[in-house]
């Protein structure tokens, strides 16, 4: 018998195996963006996953001085969901700096893959939001093609909608009249960011990272049913002024969220029971800051503030460990 040190058993997946397996679950949502809003839509997404490899390369080889590495395909990623995460009409002067501020300060800042302790993308977004709210809050009409795509038409999203007719005091009856039906909205018939329209490519590319087994049902599972059970309660409680549980998981970021920002591997808990722990938490926050916050929308913020909290969940909630002695 021969004994070696451990490991012993080898995966035949990789971190780039594993990136590339996202970017093609990304790809059924990339182009139902293209569909619904045209060039505009491809000009962002392009010029978001060429910055974003390009300064990660900047920074690696002339700032920390090392040998750059693109081929890992995590910088196409940050690319992507940044673009995914804003409108089809964003001047590209604005996404360059978002895409700057992602991996800068989101991911190189920290030291690269595996070290940064928020999503990258995530950060850009925010950093966009809080300094360009104008910009970032014109949500291009679906199947509107201008000449120019920073002159598309633009109309508020569901979640909008809804936040402005609850607070002028309008029946949720009258609110749901002015806003696109569930089936609508799962088919991405909305205005929105180019990842958030996409309900039902966006559950294709889930599916297909289950089936590669890329990511595990937890956190995608226990986000929307916090959402949903949370939701429900309060649609319950006084359905004139709460929406559906349904409405809530098919408008804004979400599905995006769920299925592929809170499971990022760097920024989420290692053990199943934290990854639960840890999507609960990101839909309990979520609801909190669309119905009581000042912001319609609130998964981008919920998971940044969820990242936060990975390493003490890492901590308490952890498998047990063999061999250890229970000392008196």
């Known amino acids: 018998m021969k004994i070696s040190p451990s490991p012993h058993n080898y995966g035949k997946d990789s971190v780039s195996s594993l990136m590339y397996g996202v970017i093609v679950a990304m790809i059924p949502a990339m182009l139902v963006s293209f569909y619904f809003f045209g060039l505009g839509a491809i000009i962002v997404t392009l010029t978001s996953v060429v910055s974003a ?32 995460n804003v409108p089809s009409n964003l001047p590209i002067w604005i996404i360059l700096i978002g895409s700057l501020v992602a991996i800068g300060m989101g991911k190189m800042s920290f030291g690269g893959l595996g070290n940064n302790p928020f999503n990258p993308a995530l950060v850009g977004r925010v950093f966009l939001l809080i300094s360009f709210p ?112 349904l409405f809530h998981i098919l408008t804004g970021g979400v599905l995006l969220g769920a299925f592929f920002m809170a499971t990022d591997y760097v920024t989420s808990p290692m053990s199943q029971k934290g990854q639960i722990v840890f999507g609960v938490g990101i839909g309990v926050l979520t609801v909190v800051i669309r119905v009581f916050g000042a912001y319609p929308e609130g998964v981008s913020f919920a998971i940044l503030i969820m990242n936060a909290f990975v390493p003490l969940i890492n901590n308490y909630i952890k498998p047990k460990r063999f061999g250890e002695v229970k000392v008196a």
């Open 53 to 84: 490899m390009a300064f990660e390369w900047l920074i690696t080889k002339y700032l920390l001085k090392k040998e750059p590495s693109l081929i890992d395909g995590s910088a196409i990623i940050t690319g992507l969901l940044l673009a995914f």
């Open 134 to 245: 104008v910009q970032m809050t014109k949500w291009p009409l679906p199947g509107n093609f201008p000449m120019e795509y920073a002159d598309a038409a633009t109309g508020a999203t569901p979640l909008g909608v809804m936040k402005e007719g609850i607070n002028n005091g309008e029946p949720m009856a009258d609110i749901l009249q002015n806003i696109p039906s569930h089936m609508q909205m799962f088919y991405g018939q909305m205005g929105g960011s180019l990842g958030e329209v996409a309900g039902l490519a966006l559950l294709i590319g889930c599916l297909y990272m289950l089936f590669r087994g890329i990511i595990t049902w937890h956190i995608p599972v226990s986000v929307l049913g916090s959402i949903a059970i949370f939701t429900g309660i309060l649609h319950l409680a006084s359905p004139e002024k709460f929406a559906d549980p």
